[in-house]
């Protein structure tokens, strides 16, 4: 079954914490992404990677950075978390520009 | 933004009617993609037109674009219980990124 694999599923952190959220997929694509979803929006792109070590900025990329050392695993990472990044968390990966899967996602709260 | 209009709403129907939701775009698309967000999951793909196609169906779904005005619609016939979602659209101007609208909550009522 092919699926994108996303740990945590629940996260609490303190505000100045360190934050790493992973994402693994099992359908070797090139291309995953981070998105965040907030009440009443829509999902955000906050980066894209084509493949390892080729990362691009998405939308919003302030207070964010990513890993992509293997194709199947994707990191994003927040370097001292602020209570606006208080949200839920989704990794995607596709191949070329359709065929997208999305994990379950990762609920963080920071206090 | 890649969206004009907000297509952000809430609509709550009974099991068995049918229900179209709509959105519009700013930036030309390859594609349009409907998503379907069961609480507490991802979103799933669930029907895709392509620039060059006006009406796509499967099973219960209909989407329609209109390259013109830049707006798509999703349709669902006869909807169950099961339909109740949020369903967002999504185009990808830039190739793979893939721009996501605001999502239609839709909840069916047994």
């Known amino acids: 079954d092919m ?9 609490i952190k303190r505000m100045g914490e360190n934050v790493l959220l992973e994402c693994g997929q099992d359908m070797s694509h090139e291309t995953m992404y981070w998105y965040r979803q907030d009440p009443g929006l ?6 894209i990677s084509y493949d390892v070590d080729s990362n691009s900025e998405g939308d919003i990329p302030k207070g964010y950075r990513v890993s992509r050392k293997k ?4 990191s994003l990472i927040l370097d001292s978390a602020k209570t ?3 949200s ?3 990794c995607a990966s596709s191949l070329g520009n359709s065929d997208y899967t999305f994990g379950s996602g990762t609920r963080l709260l920071v206090i | 933004s890649q969206w004009g209009e907000e297509n952000l709403q809430a609509l709550s129907i009974q099991e068995g009617e049918d229900v179209t939701m709509n959105c519009s775009y700013k930036t030309y698309t390859t594609v349009v993609q409907w998503y379907r967000q069961k609480s507490g999951k991802g979103p ?4 895709l037109i392509r620039s060059n196609e006006r009406e796509k169906r499967s099973g219960r779904l209909r989407a329609t674009l209109d390259t013109s005005s ?3 619609s999703l349709s669902i016939t006869g909807t169950l219980a099961t339909d109740t ?8 101007p830039n190739y793979n990124v893939l721009y996501f609208g605001s999502g239609t909550k839709l909840t069916v009522e047994p």
């Open chain 1, 3 to 11: 699926k994108v694999t996303q740990m945590p599923r629940y996260l």
């Open chain 1, 42 to 47: 829509g999902l955000q792109l906050i980066y």
């Open chain 1, 71 to 74: 194709r199947e695993h994707f």
């Open chain 1, 84 to 86: 606006n990044q208080t």
């Open chain 1, 88 to 90: 839920v968390y989704f």
């Open chain 2, 44 to 47: 799933a793909l669930i029907i």
């Open chain 2, 70 to 72: 830049q707006s798509s």
């Open chain 2, 85 to 92: 979602a949020v369903y967002f659209c999504a185009t990808n």
